[in-house]
């Protein structure tokens, strides 16, 4: 009888720990948007950019893929295969894709959700050119996609900044 009392606060203890654990970790940050945190369907993964922009993945044949709001005559576009977020700026780069009504190889994206802007360019040098209006000095580095979704399944949010 005196052993189950012994271990009575041991095991009270483990179970109080184990609560406390669980809790702690399903409510990590209760002030972060649900945007920036949900992983996607069963069906399909996503990678939350900035607000409303998403990427989004159904089959590895189709790659990964962005709808737009049409701010400069394109809907969406898919097979992303480089990114990065600076400064709430959306940067990206991809390939064999569909930009202003016509099939491109190469295609680099600016999108800056605050001020309404949705740039697309077929060649590097008009990406780098609009980087450079808008003071950006040294282009910024794009990361693989799948550097960027197996960060994501690993942590709750994307930290652009941690991202290498």
Not at 36 to 50: H, I, M, N, Q
Not at 60 to 77: I, Y
Not at 141 to 154: G, K, T
């Amino acid at each position: 009888m005196n052993i189950k009392f012994r271990r009575l606060p041991i095991f009270l203890s483990s179970l109080i720990l184990l609560v406390c654990s669980c809790l702690h970790s399903s409510h990590k940050n209760p002030n972060t948007d649900t945007f920036y945190t949900e992983k996607g369907e069963w069906d399909s993964a996503r990678l939350p950019f900035v607000k409303p922009y998403e990427a989004v993945i159904i089959s590895k044949d189709l790659g990964w893929s962005m709808n737009l709001k049409g701010l400069d005559g394109d809907t969406g576009f898919q097979n992303i295969k480089k990114a990065n977020v600076v400064n709430g700026v959306i940067l990206l780069y991809g390939i064999n894709s569909i930009l202003h009504g016509v099939d491109v190889k190469q295609s680099w994206h600016i999108i800056i959700p605050a001020k309404q802007i949705e740039k697309g360019f077929a060649n590097h040098q008009g990406y780098i050119d609009y980087l450079k209006n808008m003071g950006v000095k040294v282009e910024p580095e794009l990361h693989n996609i799948d550097l960027i979704a197996n960060y994501f399944e690993d942590h709750d949010t994307i930290d652009w900044k941690a991202i290498n």
